[in-house]
């Protein structure tokens, strides 16, 4: 794993968004895996701003995504289509009909699965996987569990999750209770991983999924064993692991 230790959030999503522009100039049809949540926001915006200053072209880049809550329809403020739309898709170059979510709005799981699967297979296969990483190890939603996940499926949030979500939503009621979320080995099937991580609160899940056993009642510890990890973390976050720096 290679770890970059960077000043604060906004050196991190700089050299996230740098990262993922040389991989877009590299290898214009490009698969892209993207993640929702506060992380990767700002390297969003830094993409945006690659694309506004004519160094990246995203019409050949094809992207697919983590998760999608189950029930929440494209145009629910809440769902991550409307995430991926408002903080990149709307502003780039990029053909909507090559940005693929789970369907939030499908109610057979297993179709909704395997018509992901299905539809990540497609692409032809990840080449870089954009991750954040929740407080209790989740990667996507794979939550902790006694075992791993290998494909798309329907998960129930952990209670940890629905809260710490719940400052998106209205209420806690109003918290969708499941997701669809790709399984930890179409996450391992990617080529290059990148790993986003910023603040204090971080600081323990990171030393402790990347530097403590490989379990999955931390899912993140899993990506000890992909061949191309990179994680970039700001200072707070790496704040229990000062010994690699
Ligand atoms: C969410 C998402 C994850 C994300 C994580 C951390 O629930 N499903 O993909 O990485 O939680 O979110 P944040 O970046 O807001 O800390």
């Given at each position: 794993m290679r770890f970059i230790k960077t000043k604060d959030y906004e050196d991190m999503s700089r050299k996230a968004a740098n990262i993922i522009g040389a991989q877009i100039i590299l290898k214009p049809t490009s698969v892209l895996g993207l993640a929702t949540g506060s992380t990767p926001v700002t390297t969003y915006a830094n993409l945006v701003k690659g694309y506004q200053n004519g160094d990246l072209d995203f019409s050949r880049i094809s992207s697919v995504n983590l998760d999608e809550y189950k029930g929440l329809t494209r145009d629910n403020e809440q769902s991550y289509y409307y995430f991926m739309n408002h903080h990149l898709f709307k502003h780039v170059n990029i053909d909507p009909a090559k940005t693929y979510l789970p369907d939030g709005t499908e109610p057979d799981a297993n179709k909704a699965c395997q018509d992901y699967?299905?539809?990540?297979?497609?692409?032809?296969?990840?080449?870089?996987?954009?991750?954040?990483?929740?407080?209790?190890?989740?990667?996507?939603?794979?939550?902790?569990?006694?075992?791993?996940?290998?494909?798309?499926f329907c998960v129930d949030?952990?209670?940890?999750?629905?809260?710490?979500?719940?400052?998106?939503?209205?209420?806690?009621?109003?918290?969708?209770?499941?997701?669809?979320?790709?399984?930890?080995?179409?996450?391992?099937?990617?080529?290059k991983i990148l790993i986003l991580a910023s603040g204090k609160d971080k600081a323990a899940i990171i030393k402790e999924a990347f530097f403590g056993p490989v379990t999955p009642a931390v899912q993140a510890s899993i990506l000890q064993f992909h061949p191309n990890v990179t994680i970039v973390g700001d200072e707070a976050a790496f704040a229990e692991c000062e010994e690699i720096f």
């Open positions: 699967e299905e539809a990540i297979f497609a692409t032809g296969g990840v080449d870089l996987q954009l991750l954040g990483i929740g407080h209790n190890g989740h990667i996507g939603f794979n939550e902790p569990s006694d075992n791993f996940a290998d494909k798309t949030l952990a209670e940890s999750t629905i809260k710490a979500n719940q400052r998106f939503f209205a209420s806690y009621e109003d918290v969708p209770k499941q997701a669809y979320t790709m399984g930890i080995g179409t996450i391992m099937a990617a080529s």
